[in-house]
Protein backbone atom coordinates (compact mmCIF):
# COMPACT_ATOMS: atom_id res chain seq x y z
CA UNK A 1 0.00 0.00 0.00
CA UNK A 2 2.42 2.74 0.63
CA UNK A 3 4.94 1.53 -2.60
CA UNK A 4 1.23 2.10 -4.61
CA UNK A 5 0.49 5.65 -2.31
CA UNK A 6 4.59 6.98 -3.20
CA UNK A 7 3.35 6.41 -7.18
CA UNK A 8 0.77 8.42 -7.04
CA UNK A 9 2.17 10.98 -5.33
CA UNK A 10 4.60 11.52 -7.34
CA UNK A 11 2.55 11.39 -10.64
CA UNK A 12 0.45 14.37 -9.01
CA UNK A 13 3.67 16.08 -8.68
CA UNK A 14 4.31 16.13 -12.56
CA UNK A 15 3.58 18.81 -14.54
CA UNK A 16 -0.44 18.51 -16.54
CA UNK A 17 -2.14 19.81 -19.76
CA UNK A 18 -5.41 19.62 -20.85
CA UNK A 19 -6.44 17.39 -24.44
CA UNK A 20 -9.78 17.83 -25.54
CA UNK A 21 -11.11 18.64 -22.17
CA UNK A 22 -9.01 16.08 -20.05
CA UNK A 23 -6.27 16.77 -18.05
CA UNK A 24 -3.21 14.56 -18.27
CA UNK A 25 -0.42 14.21 -16.59
CA UNK A 26 2.81 14.80 -18.91
CA UNK A 27 5.53 11.64 -18.18
CA UNK A 28 9.24 12.15 -17.94
CA UNK A 29 11.23 10.53 -21.30
CA UNK A 30 12.45 7.04 -19.44
CA UNK A 31 15.68 6.37 -18.31
CA UNK A 32 16.11 2.66 -18.25
CA UNK A 33 15.54 0.10 -20.69
CA UNK A 34 13.56 -2.60 -19.67
CA UNK A 35 13.70 -6.47 -21.61
CA UNK A 36 10.57 -7.14 -23.74
CA UNK A 37 9.00 -9.82 -22.16
CA UNK A 38 8.15 -11.82 -26.25
CA UNK A 39 11.04 -11.46 -28.73
CA UNK A 40 10.11 -8.60 -31.59
CA UNK A 41 7.44 -10.14 -34.20
CA UNK A 42 9.38 -10.47 -37.45
CA UNK A 43 7.80 -9.21 -40.74
CA UNK A 44 5.53 -11.82 -42.52
CA UNK A 45 7.27 -13.41 -45.48
CA UNK A 46 5.68 -12.18 -48.66
CA UNK A 47 3.21 -14.05 -51.00
CA UNK A 48 3.05 -15.28 -54.22
CA UNK A 49 1.36 -12.02 -55.31
CA UNK A 50 3.10 -9.74 -53.30
CA UNK A 51 6.16 -11.04 -55.09
CA UNK A 52 4.44 -10.96 -58.69
CA UNK A 53 3.66 -7.05 -57.87
CA UNK A 54 6.38 -5.84 -56.32
CA UNK A 55 8.30 -7.07 -59.83
CA UNK A 56 5.40 -5.98 -62.16
CA UNK A 57 5.13 -2.81 -60.02
CA UNK A 58 1.89 -3.06 -59.36
CA UNK A 59 0.65 -0.71 -56.16
CA UNK A 60 -2.25 -1.72 -53.95
CA UNK A 61 -5.30 0.39 -54.53
CA UNK A 62 -8.33 1.01 -52.03
CA UNK A 63 -11.47 -0.26 -53.57
CA UNK A 64 -14.91 0.96 -52.47
CA UNK A 65 -17.12 -1.57 -50.51
CA UNK A 66 -20.34 -0.36 -52.58
CA UNK A 67 -20.13 -1.41 -56.47
CA UNK A 68 -22.93 0.31 -58.88
CA UNK A 69 -25.03 -2.50 -61.08
CA UNK A 70 -26.08 -2.05 -64.38
CA UNK A 71 -28.69 -4.69 -64.01
CA UNK A 72 -30.33 -3.90 -61.04
CA UNK A 73 -29.96 -0.26 -61.47
CA UNK A 74 -28.65 -0.57 -57.54
CA UNK A 75 -25.55 -0.27 -55.77
CA UNK A 76 -24.51 -3.44 -54.23
CA UNK A 77 -22.19 -4.59 -51.69
CA UNK A 78 -18.84 -5.71 -53.29
CA UNK A 79 -17.98 -8.61 -50.71
CA UNK A 80 -19.38 -9.35 -47.02
CA UNK A 81 -22.43 -8.54 -45.81
CA UNK A 82 -25.99 -8.92 -48.43
CA UNK A 83 -23.54 -9.60 -51.23
CA UNK A 84 -25.16 -13.25 -50.96
CA UNK A 85 -28.55 -12.16 -51.46
CA UNK A 86 -27.62 -9.27 -53.85
CA UNK A 87 -26.29 -12.09 -56.12
CA UNK A 88 -29.48 -14.42 -55.90
CA UNK A 89 -32.06 -11.64 -56.73
CA UNK A 90 -29.58 -10.58 -60.13
CA UNK A 91 -28.80 -14.30 -61.19
CA UNK A 92 -32.68 -15.48 -60.80
CA UNK A 93 -33.25 -16.26 -64.23
CA UNK A 94 -30.28 -17.49 -66.83
CA UNK A 95 -29.65 -16.80 -70.25
CA UNK A 96 -29.06 -20.24 -71.83
CA UNK A 97 -25.84 -19.57 -74.58
CA UNK A 98 -26.38 -19.98 -78.31
CA UNK A 99 -25.84 -23.76 -79.07
CA UNK A 100 -26.08 -24.96 -75.31
CA UNK A 101 -28.47 -27.96 -74.48
CA UNK A 102 -31.26 -25.93 -73.07
CA UNK A 103 -32.35 -28.91 -70.58
CA UNK A 104 -28.97 -28.54 -68.74
CA UNK A 105 -29.36 -27.02 -65.15
CA UNK A 106 -27.96 -23.92 -65.52
CA UNK A 107 -28.07 -22.42 -61.59
CA UNK A 108 -26.21 -25.18 -60.78
CA UNK A 109 -23.54 -24.83 -63.05
CA UNK A 110 -22.95 -21.29 -61.78
CA UNK A 111 -22.90 -22.88 -58.17
CA UNK A 112 -20.23 -25.38 -59.40
CA UNK A 113 -17.78 -22.69 -60.92
CA UNK A 114 -18.06 -20.68 -57.56
CA UNK A 115 -17.33 -23.94 -55.53
CA UNK A 116 -14.36 -24.53 -57.40
CA UNK A 117 -13.01 -20.42 -57.43
CA UNK A 118 -13.53 -20.56 -53.30
CA UNK A 119 -11.46 -24.08 -53.33
CA UNK A 120 -8.71 -22.29 -55.94
CA UNK A 121 -8.26 -19.77 -53.53
CA UNK A 122 -8.58 -21.76 -50.53
CA UNK A 123 -5.38 -24.19 -52.15
CA UNK A 124 -3.10 -21.03 -53.02
CA UNK A 125 -3.68 -19.71 -49.33
CA UNK A 126 -2.67 -23.53 -48.01
CA UNK A 127 0.07 -23.00 -50.62
CA UNK A 128 1.70 -19.85 -49.02
CA UNK A 129 1.75 -21.35 -45.65
CA UNK A 130 3.61 -24.24 -46.64
CA UNK A 131 5.70 -22.42 -48.82
CA UNK A 132 6.22 -19.22 -45.78
CA UNK A 133 6.73 -22.29 -43.30
CA UNK A 134 9.83 -24.16 -45.43
CA UNK A 135 7.53 -27.06 -46.28
CA UNK A 136 7.79 -29.29 -49.11
CA UNK A 137 4.81 -29.11 -51.66
CA UNK A 138 4.47 -32.41 -53.89
CA UNK A 139 4.93 -31.80 -57.35
CA UNK A 140 1.96 -34.21 -58.51
CA UNK A 141 -0.86 -32.05 -56.10
CA UNK A 142 -3.01 -30.50 -58.47
CA UNK A 143 -6.67 -28.82 -58.39
CA UNK A 144 -9.83 -30.99 -60.09
CA UNK A 145 -10.66 -29.60 -63.20
CA UNK A 146 -12.79 -30.70 -65.95
CA UNK A 147 -9.98 -30.97 -68.67
CA UNK A 148 -6.83 -31.74 -67.47
CA UNK A 149 -3.21 -32.37 -69.73
CA UNK A 150 -1.39 -35.31 -70.39
CA UNK A 151 1.32 -34.69 -68.00
CA UNK A 152 -1.26 -34.64 -65.24
CA UNK A 153 -3.21 -37.75 -66.21
CA UNK A 154 -0.16 -39.38 -66.35
CA UNK A 155 0.86 -38.24 -63.28
CA UNK A 156 -2.27 -39.16 -61.52
CA UNK A 157 -2.77 -42.94 -62.99
CA UNK A 158 0.59 -43.54 -61.52
CA UNK A 159 0.07 -42.32 -57.79
CA UNK A 160 -3.11 -43.75 -58.00
CA UNK A 161 -1.50 -47.41 -59.24
CA UNK A 162 1.38 -47.02 -56.87
CA UNK A 163 -1.42 -46.47 -53.76
CA UNK A 164 -2.05 -50.41 -54.49
CA UNK A 165 -1.07 -52.89 -51.64
CA UNK A 166 0.47 -54.58 -54.52
CA UNK A 167 2.55 -50.64 -55.30
CA UNK A 168 0.87 -51.26 -59.13
CA UNK A 169 2.84 -54.73 -60.00
CA UNK A 170 -1.02 -56.20 -60.01
CA UNK A 171 -2.89 -53.63 -61.48
CA UNK A 172 -3.96 -53.75 -64.86
CA UNK A 173 -2.41 -51.92 -67.91
CA UNK A 174 -3.64 -50.45 -71.40
CA UNK A 175 -2.89 -51.17 -74.59
CA UNK A 176 -0.56 -48.50 -74.77
CA UNK A 177 0.58 -48.09 -71.59
CA UNK A 178 4.01 -47.76 -69.64
CA UNK A 179 4.72 -49.59 -67.32
CA UNK A 180 4.31 -48.04 -63.80
CA UNK A 181 7.80 -47.63 -61.85
CA UNK A 182 7.32 -47.13 -58.40
CA UNK A 183 10.84 -46.19 -56.42
CA UNK A 184 10.92 -47.92 -53.16
CA UNK A 185 12.67 -47.11 -50.18
CA UNK A 186 16.31 -49.10 -50.00
CA UNK A 187 16.64 -51.37 -47.36
CA UNK A 188 19.49 -50.59 -44.71
CA UNK A 189 22.00 -53.52 -43.57
CA UNK A 190 24.02 -53.00 -40.94
CA UNK A 191 27.97 -53.43 -42.33
CA UNK A 192 30.35 -56.00 -41.69
CA UNK A 193 33.01 -54.35 -40.13
CA UNK A 194 30.80 -52.63 -37.79
CA UNK A 195 30.74 -51.21 -34.22
CA UNK A 196 31.41 -54.87 -32.36
CA UNK A 197 30.83 -53.03 -28.68
CA UNK A 198 26.88 -53.05 -30.37
CA UNK A 199 27.07 -56.39 -31.60
CA UNK A 200 28.35 -57.75 -28.29
CA UNK A 201 25.71 -55.92 -26.62
CA UNK A 202 23.21 -57.02 -28.38
CA UNK A 203 24.35 -60.79 -28.29
CA UNK A 204 24.53 -60.64 -24.24
CA UNK A 205 21.40 -59.35 -23.94
CA UNK A 206 19.92 -62.55 -25.74
CA UNK A 207 21.79 -64.95 -23.72
CA UNK A 208 20.77 -63.31 -20.54
CA UNK A 209 17.30 -63.58 -21.04
CA UNK A 210 18.11 -67.37 -22.10
CA UNK A 211 19.92 -67.62 -18.76
CA UNK A 212 17.33 -66.15 -16.54
CA UNK A 213 15.18 -69.03 -14.40
CA UNK A 214 12.31 -66.73 -13.38
CA UNK A 215 10.68 -65.13 -16.23
CA UNK A 216 10.14 -61.79 -16.38
CA UNK A 217 6.99 -60.06 -15.24
CA UNK A 218 5.01 -57.05 -16.67
CA UNK A 219 3.33 -55.91 -13.48
CA UNK A 220 0.94 -53.65 -15.34
CA UNK A 221 0.29 -55.84 -18.22
CA UNK A 222 -0.71 -58.43 -15.36
CA UNK A 223 -2.42 -56.01 -13.35
CA UNK A 224 -5.07 -55.01 -16.61
CA UNK A 225 -5.64 -58.75 -17.65
CA UNK A 226 -6.76 -59.61 -13.69
CA UNK A 227 -8.88 -56.47 -13.71
CA UNK A 228 -10.54 -57.31 -17.29
CA UNK A 229 -11.01 -60.77 -15.83
CA UNK A 230 -12.53 -59.73 -12.72
CA UNK A 231 -14.80 -57.50 -15.19
CA UNK A 232 -15.98 -59.89 -17.57
CA UNK A 233 -17.01 -62.44 -14.51
CA UNK A 234 -19.12 -59.45 -12.63
CA UNK A 235 -20.69 -59.29 -16.46
CA UNK A 236 -21.43 -62.26 -16.83
CA UNK A 237 -22.97 -62.58 -12.85
CA UNK A 238 -24.92 -59.63 -13.64
CA UNK A 239 -26.47 -61.35 -17.06
CA UNK A 240 -27.07 -64.83 -15.51
CA UNK A 241 -29.14 -62.66 -12.50
CA UNK A 242 -31.39 -61.47 -14.76
CA UNK A 243 -32.14 -64.51 -17.05
CA UNK A 244 -32.93 -65.92 -13.70
CA UNK A 245 -35.62 -63.10 -12.77
CA UNK A 246 -37.25 -63.58 -16.39
CA UNK A 247 -37.10 -67.57 -16.09
CA UNK A 248 -38.67 -66.77 -12.62
CA UNK A 249 -41.40 -64.56 -14.30
CA UNK A 250 -42.37 -66.85 -16.61
CA UNK A 251 -42.83 -69.66 -14.49
CA UNK A 252 -45.50 -67.88 -12.51
CA UNK A 253 -47.53 -66.33 -14.84
CA UNK A 254 -47.57 -70.14 -16.08
CA UNK A 255 -49.00 -71.09 -12.68
CA UNK A 256 -51.97 -68.37 -12.14
CA UNK A 257 -53.75 -69.58 -15.57
CA UNK A 258 -52.76 -72.54 -17.12
CA UNK A 259 -54.56 -75.08 -19.46
CA UNK A 260 -56.63 -78.32 -18.60
CA UNK A 261 -56.40 -81.60 -19.83
CA UNK A 262 -58.96 -80.74 -22.79
CA UNK A 263 -57.03 -77.84 -23.45
CA UNK A 264 -59.14 -75.20 -22.29
CA UNK A 265 -58.18 -72.04 -19.81
CA UNK A 266 -59.01 -72.90 -16.26
CA UNK A 267 -61.10 -70.50 -14.85
CA UNK A 268 -59.36 -69.39 -11.67
CA UNK A 269 -59.91 -68.71 -8.09
CA UNK A 270 -62.25 -72.14 -8.21
CA UNK A 271 -62.16 -74.59 -5.40
CA UNK A 272 -62.95 -78.06 -6.66
CA UNK A 273 -64.33 -80.71 -4.31
CA UNK A 274 -63.64 -83.99 -4.10
CA UNK A 275 -66.04 -86.24 -4.45
CA UNK A 276 -66.68 -90.33 -5.95
CA UNK A 277 -67.21 -90.48 -9.12
CA UNK A 278 -70.83 -92.15 -9.86
Do not use: C
Not at 66 to 80: A, F, M, S
Not at 202 to 221: H, I, T, Y
Amino acid sequence: RDDTQLLINKLFELPTERKEDIVVAVLPEGTTRIPREKPVPKPKPPTRWSEFAKQKGIKPRKREKLVWDETIKDWRPRYGYKRAKVEKEKNWVVEIPQGKDPMVDYHAELKKKKKERVAKNEFQRLRNIAQNHKAKVPKNLFLPTENLSKDEVSKAVTVAKASTASHGKFAGTLREEKNVKVRRAKRKFESNFGDTRKERDSQMKVFEEMQRKKPKLDVNRAANQFIHQVEVEASENRGKGKAHKKHGKEKSSKKKGGLNRKGRNRPQNVKHKKGKKK
